[in-house]
């Protein structure tokens, strides 16, 4: 399977990155399968390091193996267990179980106030899900710890020319 990083630097040999914020599948190594998804958070990264360098990361991700021989959670759409899920690592309150990997859809800017809504009480769970299941979501794959990355083989950069 084809996955892909973007960020203003090629990432050759990926790390397992500790964030200052909480993030829909805790912290490691974040990837997507759909380039255009690689293309905006390129995008969202520039912008916060005052960079104009844009760069989408390709990898050769073993995903059947991976599945064979780790701890692999995969989320097919925004339904309760997602929910759940996303809503404990963005508060911080890790999940029970533990994953080597994560997959599932990003919770974008329009997704995460969903979430938030949510997690207030404004919305049902039930409105939340239902909410989520109208919007177009793209996938993340999170590479939670060393050994997850042994799964994730660079392959090439791509610079992204501005237009």
């Known amino acids: ?11 050759e040999v990926p790390k397992i990155i500790k964030s200052e914020r909480m993030l829909d599948f ?14 905006r958070w390129s995008e969202i990264v520039a912008i916060k390091r005052k960079s104009s360098d844009r ?24 339904d309760e267990d997602w929910l759940l899920f996303v809503c404990s690592n963005r508060s911080g309150r890790l999940p029970l179980e533990r994953y080597d990997i994560a997959m599932g859809p990003v919770a974008n800017d329009q997704v995460y106030a969903v979430v938030v809504l949510y997690e207030q009480g404004v919305i049902s769970k039930e409105a939340a ?28 950069q791509i610079k992204i020319e501005r237009v």
């Open 26 to 39: 805790g912290e490691g190594f974040y990837t997507t399968s759909n380039y255009e998804q690689a293309i």
């Open 55 to 78: 760069i989408i990361t390709e990898y050769e991700f073993d995903l059947k193996a991976a599945k064979e021989e780790l701890a692999v959670i995969s989320f097919n759409k925004p």
């Open 129 to 156: 899900i239902m909410e989520l299941k109208v919007r177009k979501l793209y996938d993340q794959i999170l590479f939670h710890n060393e050994k997850s990355l042994k799964y994730c083989r660079y392959t090439r």
């Open 1 to 11: 399977m084809i996955i892909y990083h973007g960020s203003t630097v090629s990432v």
